[in-house]
C-alpha cells in the first residue's frame, strides 16, 4: 500500500518510561547488566552496534534520552517508548498508534486507520476488523497528522463514547460519508438506507433513529435516505440526495 507524504515533524515525542524499582540506588552492574534489547517484541541480536547502547553498563545507566534522539532522527520513526525491564532488558516500541477506525482518502482511495486522537496513522500487518466504521470522502491530509477535515475529530471523540456504551450499535455502523459539508451520511449493516446526520450531533440524531424505529412499525423498503438532522421531525426520503 502506498503511504501518504511523511510531513510529521510537528507530531515527534519520545517517551522514556522508567520502573519505580530503578528509581533510587539500582546500581548493581553486574546483577543489572543489559542482556536484551527489543524493537516492538522482536529481539535485536546486534543492539550494541546498532544503538549507542553500552554492554558494559547496567541497565540503569544507558544513555536512554540519546537513544530516543536517535531514533527519531530517522524518517520513519515519529513516535518513541523506551521500557527498562529488570534485570537486564530494554523494550523500544516505535510507531505504536493504534487504528479506532478507518478513513479512505477523497482524493487517492487510500485506506488508512484513525486512532482515538483522530490522527492518521498506519494499519498494522494482518486482516482489517470491519466491525469498525469506516469514514470516507475525507481528506486525510498527511500520514501522522490530522485529518484536514476537521469534523473528523468530534466525529472519533462520540464514536468512542457510542463504543463505551452502546457497542452493539457502533459495530453497526459501516461507513460515514463525509462528502457534504452541511451533513453525513451513515451506512448501518443491514438497512437498504441512510442516514443523514449531523457531525457535532451524531449520537443524538442515532438516539432519535433508534427510538423512531423501535417506536412505529414503518415500511422502509422503498426509502433511501432518513433525514434525522432536524428537532421533532424525521425526514423520510425514496431517492437518494
Known amino acids: 500500500m502506498k503511504r501518504l ?55 540503569a545507566d544507558q544513555p536512554l534520552a ?51 486522537e483522530a490522527r492518521v496513522v498506519d494499519l498494522p500487518d494482518g486482516p482489517a476488523d470491519w466491525q469498525c466504521p469506516v469514514l470516507t470522502t475525507v481528506n486525510c491530509g498527511h500520514l501522522y497528522d490530522m485529518c484536514q477535515d476537521r469534523r473528523t475529530r468530534m466525529v472519533v471523540n462520540q464514536l468512542i463514547e457510542l463504543e463505551g456504551e452502546h457497542r452493539d450499535l457502533f459495530r453497526l455502523i459501516d461507513e460515514i460519508d463525509f462528502g457534504n459539508a452541511a451533513f453525513l451520511k451513515v451506512s448501518l449493516a443491514g438497512l437498504s438506507y441512510r442516514l443523514k446526520v449531523r457531525a457535532d450531533r451524531l449520537l443524538e440524531d442515532l438516539d432519535r433513529f433508534v427510538e423512531f424505529i423501535s417506536s412505529y412499525d414503518v415500511p422502509l423498503e422503498d426509502v433511501r435516505i432518513l433525514d434525522l438532522r432536524f428537532e421533532n421531525m424525521i425526514i423520510v426520503g425514496d431517492h437518494k440526495r
Open 5 to 59: 507524504s511523511r510531513k510529521a515533524s510537528v507530531f515527534i515525542v519520545a517517551a522514556i518510561v522508567v520502573g519505580a524499582a530503578l528509581v533510587g540506588h539500582v546500581r548493581y552492574a553486574d546483577a543489572w547488566q543489559l542482556t536484551t534489547v527489543t524493537v516492538d517484541a522482536a529481539p535485536v541480536d546486534d543492539w550494541a552496534e546498532r544503538f549507542s547502547f553500552n554492554a558494559d553498563k547496567s541497565v
Open 66 to 116: 540519546d537513544i530516543a534522539s536517535e531514533l527519531l532522527a530517522r524518517s520513519d520513526v515519529h513516535k518513541v517508548n523506551i521500557d527498562l525491564s529488570l534485570p537486564n532488558e530494554v523494550r523500544i516500541r516505535l510507531n505504536n498508534f493504534v487504528p479506532f477506525c478507518y478513513v479512505l482518502e477523497e482524493s487517492t482511495g487510500q485506506l488508512f486507520g484513525l486512532n482515538r
